[in-house]
């Protein structure tokens, strides 16, 4: 009896998110330089060797350098089998926690008058709050939608921005990898601006297209990783003793045919099958029901890349040519504001072979013209811990490429 109640206690302790936040102290981030196809597989060997190392730059052909967060007790190991090889590596990050800290994540409370600080990071529960205000603040413009709900029960809650029928639609899905939270803080600031900006081509772009913006389209992931586990990427459905499928694997495009696993530890694991997540088959659902899409933008991070689909051929299908025109001009309006270079191109010729990805199934099943997945800053710097003070420059940038987007578009139409 005593047994079972202590059990219990265990559990209700660790379901009820009292358990303590997992830490990155002397976890190090290396950068490692291989110039062989032989380093190249070794690499590859050993990511699929130990899941536990997370690879933050996959070792691709194509990619100058990888990443990897090593935990303490991994790094003389990790060292000697890079020297055994005979590749170069740097620590970039000595210990993660540092920069970690560095981050801050702020509640918001409803206030009519106050509107979000572009300096920190939010929780779930602060973004919903504002989408709340907003939808208050702009009753005729702004109304709230949802999109689907999570494993766990959240509403992956967005807001619908229009000005009238008759608009073709714009959708903004962020956030669908727990750990990027560049994403939805992005997303956010580009909202905030699509209604309040003073800038006539921000105005007209706003006023000129129904805009459906999802900034947490992962929240149960969202929120693992800021209350307990701060590099958590997937969802948090339990698979055996595991937890988590990768979100931008498991839509029913090309599922688990390249760039995914079939073991729930890893970062990649697709899932049961296509669509076998709550997430992606009701936002799938949601997505189906908006008439009249002309863009669909995936916010990811970090790399400096904007992709078209697809992820399971370098071939430039449909209208790869239109769309990587229009998204490398894009990108010079991007770079005007601070210098930021990207590199456009195709998932699969630009990042690596990754299929089941939503970008993909939107362009496959929906027949969207102008899909692409932003892979927003920085180059490595900070990856996933991008500092706080480039919320608000990242958020600029990127709705200067948007809005060029849209612009450019229109000589399609
Ligand atoms: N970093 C993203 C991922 O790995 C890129 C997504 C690009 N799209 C894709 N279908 N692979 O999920
Ligand atoms: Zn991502």
Known sequence: MRIILILFVIYELSSNGFCEKFRF?????????????????????????DPYLDFWKDPTPKVPFVMVLSSPDKKPKLENFLSQHGMDFEITIP??????DKET??????????????DTYYTLDGINNWIAQLINQYPNIVSGIVGGYSYEGRPILGIKISHGPGRRAVVLEAGIHAREWISPAATNFIANELLSSDDEMTKSAARDYDWYIFPVTNPDGYVWSYKEFRMWRKNRRPIGVHFGVDLNRNWNSNWLRFGASTNPISNTYAGTGPFSEPETRSLSEYLRTIKDMDYYLSIHSWGQMLLVPFGNTTEPLDNYHDAVNIGRRAMGALSVRYGT?????????????????????????????????YELRDSGEHGFLLPPEQIRPTGEETLDSIVDLLFQARRFG
């Open 341 to 373: 270079n990207y590199t456009t191109g195709n998932i699969a010729e630009v990042l690596y072979f990754a299929t089941g990805g939503s970008d993909e199934w939107v362009k496959e099943h929906l027949h969207v013209p102008f899909v692409y997945c």
């Open 95 to 100: 210990n993660v926690q540092e920069n970690i």
């Open 25 to 49: 102290d002397n976890y190090s981030l290396y950068k490692i330089l291989p110039t062989t196809d032989d380093h190249i597989k070794v690499l590859q060997d050993l990511q699929n060797e």
């Open 105 to 118: 994540v702020r509640e918001y409370t409803r206030n009519n008058n106050g509107s979000m600080s572009w």
